[in-house]
């Protein structure tokens, strides 16, 4: 199974067609570490990463990953056996926290673009996401909590995402 970004405000599952959100400067086959740009590609998916303390385990055949406070994504270039992984909150390396104040990060899916052995620089922390507004993202793909959860149900560990 393929989830296809058919453009940068529909995301297309079987015959589900979902409204979503990318990167604020559109979609890139040179994306780069900071750039707003959502990679171009087709790419695997990781494990579906959840706040246990705000949603229950939803129903998927992915594994699921509770979310804990020490949890970061490492995005800093100035680290490249770090890089694009998710590791334990460190005062060194610049990274996103998976446990933020806001919902954004409530369920979310790492894209595994540029993943296996990372080119610093190339990018990281390309992540499905929640958005409540459809805002633009710094390079990931937003959907609302109830696609989201429907998403969930229909794919697997071996789906991957074409964005094109």
């Known amino acids: 199974m393929t989830i296809l970004l ?14 979503c ?6 979609i890139s086959v040179n994306k780069k570490e900071g750039d707003k740009k959502t990679p171009k590609g087709t790419f695997k998916i990781e494990h579906l990463y959840y706040r246990k303390d705000r ?24 680290y490249p056996k770090k890089y694009n992984k998710l590791i ?5 390396a610049n990274h996103e926290i998976l446990k933020r104040r806001d919902y954004k990060y409530d369920l979310l899916i790492p894209i595994k673009y540029n993943f296996n052995n990372p080119v610093v620089g190339l990018g990281s ?14 390079g990931c793909i937003g959907l609302k909590k109830k696609d989201f959860l429907i998403m969930l149900k229909l794919i697997k560990k071996n789906t991957k995402i074409k964005i094109f």
């Open 6 to 19: 058919k453009n940068k405000h529909t995301l297309q599952v079987n015959d589900f067609y979902f409204r």
């Open 21 to 26: 959100c990318i990167g604020k400067k559109g």
């Open 55 to 78: 949603i229950n385990e939803p129903i998927t055949k992915l594994k699921c990953l509770e979310i804990k406070k020490n949890m970061a994504w490492c995005d800093d270039i100035k």
């Open 125 to 138: 922390c390309i992540f499905i996401h929640l958005t409540k507004n459809y805002q633009p993202t710094n």
């Open 88 to 92: 334990k909150i460190s005062k060194k």
